[in-house]
């Protein structure tokens, strides 16, 4: 649980940086098969890969500096 | 007769003249592109491999194996040979990564002049990793995503599959509970798995992992990356399904499919960390 509340945390705000920085584009729509109309669009967006690479160097940065200190 | 450090510096500062406008291109190009902007903090994470093995040897025993020797001067010769031919080959040809090629190049050539062979030995990792600010060519991309489109979509349907077992994938619509979705090409996941890759390589030498180990590891990004993308599409779906079409939209939609990415690379980090942690304590046992 320990392990997994910081990364609930990392994975909140990263999500919301890189959702600052990267708007829904225009997906092509999403609509149930009997509804004719315009849908609004689905899709993910290509992920920040910044934040994500930097999330993911810090977790492993962290995980190694305690190891260290255990030892 | 100029010292050393004098003709060093003088040497430096001519090399980051004549790249410039090289990591100018490469900083506004990468920063423009969320899915290439990982490429930004790869030489962090290579100085900060570097400075971790610089500390090392000069607490060990070895610092003062790192110093010019003439194998170390022969390699730094042909390597900057090589960083002008890329320099020379990307101008002709436009082809700006093959430019961009020539920087690592570069900093391997100026480590080996500089640091010999043990200092070569000693920063392999960090100047490797260096290689990966390149980012790959887009015509390669091209010809991956088509793949990458096709194997997420099913790692979906293979997801979906408790909640419909009907669910399928055509081209790029998912078909699930009455629902289609069309699936835009951005969840093709080629910057999940150039993220992936670039994070695998620089836990391998973190970690210090065996050149097995590593190969392994940096495998794994292409399954990992299908998971993530395939968890990305199939999560919006059973959002969508359970909230209505709006809740495929917006910034909690956003904020899932970003998410999504960013804990399956700090869950790959745990995985590795344990892995190593594992085959370590085996090791000493």
């Known amino acids: 649980m320990k392990r997994l509340l910081p990364l609930a945390f990392l994975a909140l705000f990263g999500a919301i940086a890189s959702a600052q920085r990267s708007p829904v584009g225009p997906g092509a729509g999403v609509r149930p098969h009997d509804i004719s109309r315009n849908a609004p669009p689905v899709t993910n967006p290509e992920p920040v890969t910044l934040v994500a690479l930097a999330g993911g160097a810090a977790v492993a940065g962290g995980l190694l500096r305690r190891r260290k200190q255990a030892k | ?285």
């Open chain 2, 1 to 285: 007769m100029r010292s050393a450090p004098a003709t060093g510096g003088l040497e430096l500062a001519l090399l980051v003249a004549l790249t410039a406008p090289l990591l100018v291109e490469w900083y506004e190009t990468t920063s423009a592109s969320s899915r290439l902007s990982y490429a930004l903090l790869v030489p962090v994470l290579a100085l900060g491999l570097a400075w971790r093995a610089r500390r090392e040897a000069r607490n060990g025993t070895d610092s003062a194996a790192w110093a010019p020797d003439g194998p170390g001067r022969a390699l730094a010769a042909l390597v900057a040979g090589l960083a002008g031919l890329a320099l020379v080959a990307g101008g002709l040809s436009g082809v700006f990564t093959l430019s961009l090629l020539a920087v690592p190049l570069i900093a391997v050539a100026l480590v080996a002049r500089r640091t010999g062979r043990a200092g070569l030995r000693a920063l392999a990792a960090p100047l490797a990793l260096g290689f990966l600010m390149v980012p790959p060519p887009m015509p390669l991309l091209d010809r991956i995503n088509p793949f990458l489109i096709e194997a997420s979509g099913w790692t979906a349907v293979t997801l979906l599959a408790p909640f419909d077992a009907g669910a399928t994938w055509v081209g790029a619509t998912l078909s699930f509970r009455g629902w289609e979705l069309i699936v835009a090409e951005a969840c093709s996941g080629s910057g999940t798995f150039l993220m992936l890759g670039a994070l695998s390589a620089f836990l391998a030498a973190l970690f210090r992992l065996r050149p097995l180990a590593t190969a392994l590891l940096l495998g794994l990004s292409l399954p990992v990356t299908l998971l993530v993308n395939g968890l990305r599409i199939a999560s919006s779906a059973l959002v969508i399904d359970r909230f209505g079409a709006a809740a495929g939209e917006g910034l909690a939609h956003e904020l899932l499919g970003q998410a999504v990415v960013i804990v399956g690379a700090a869950a790959l980090v745990l995985a590795v960390e344990r892995t190593q942690a594992r085959m370590a304590r085996g090791a000493h046992a």
